[in-house]
T-cell receptor, first 116, second 115 residues
């Protein structure tokens, strides 16, 4: 498709389990972002990739969270030893370049994670 | 630090009414961009507008208009003759700094347009 694709759309897991969330950005977009949105709140930045490298991971809450983008396209957000507080919608976005200053972000529909 | 405040948590209007969504921001930068995004029930945030801090002229796009006032650090969004399809959560956003690669989003305003 033409937009940002995220899978799974819904994930229910048990506390302590490992989870992977996948993002397929718009073709040709070099920048990729992960945000987390809790109920009733705005999106919170997690990590930003420019190409294959994580240019800014200052939003990752702790070392249980990790993200990769090995070929500069698809990205995977990995959460180890999930906790109930990790429950949220995880949003992926992509852009041509430095969207914050010059462009816009194109968002996917998100992956809703529920940790029981 | 950058901060965005949207004091209106929820607003309900009847179709065809005009409605204004407020956004107040704090920034340490002298030049910056401001953004509005719309999040319909499907969950996908949709870009609405980007404004440069140099340009304080109001902007109109169809039923949408934006009032940017640097003196009060506000960037308000007005929908004229609202429609049911305008029902969504609206977010105001600000880059984290002048070279920022990411945004600080406000908490959002949920707009319900009733038929």
């Amino acid at each position: 498709g033409a937009g940002v694709s995220q899978t799974p759309s819904n994930k229910v897991t048990e506390k302590g389990k490992y989870v992977e969330l996948r993002c397929d950005p718009i073709s040709g977009h070099t920048a990729l972002y992960w945000y987390r949105q809790s109920l009733g709140q705005g999106p919170e930045f997690l990590i930003y990739f420019q190409g294959t490298g994580a240019a800014d991971d200052s939003g990752l809450p702790n070392d249980r969270f990790f993200a990769v983008r090995p070929e500069g396209s698809v990205s995977t957000l990995k959460i180890q030893r999930t906790e109930r507080g990790d429950s949220a919608v995880y949003l992926c976005a992509s852009s041509h370049r430095q969207a914050a200053n010059t462009g816009e972000l194109f968002f996917g529909e998100g992956s809703r994670l529920t940790v029981l | 630090a950058q901060k965005v405040t949207q004091a209106q948590t929820e607003i309900s209007v009847v179709e065809k009414e005009d409605v204004t969504l407020d956004c107040v921001y704090e920034t340490r930068d002298t030049t910056y961009y401001l953004f509005w995004y719309k999040q319909p029930p499907s969950g996908e945030l949709v870009f609405l507008i980007r404004r440069n801090s140099f340009d304080e002229q109001n902007e109109i796009s169809g039923r949408y208009s934006w009032n940017f006032q640097k003196s009060t650090s506000s960037f308000n969004f007005t929908i004229t003759a609202s429609q049911v399809v305008d029902s969504a959560v609206y977010f105001c956003a600000l880059p984290t700094d002048n070279y920022g690669q990411n945004f600080v989003f406000g908490p959002g305003t949920r707009l319900s347009v009733l038929p």
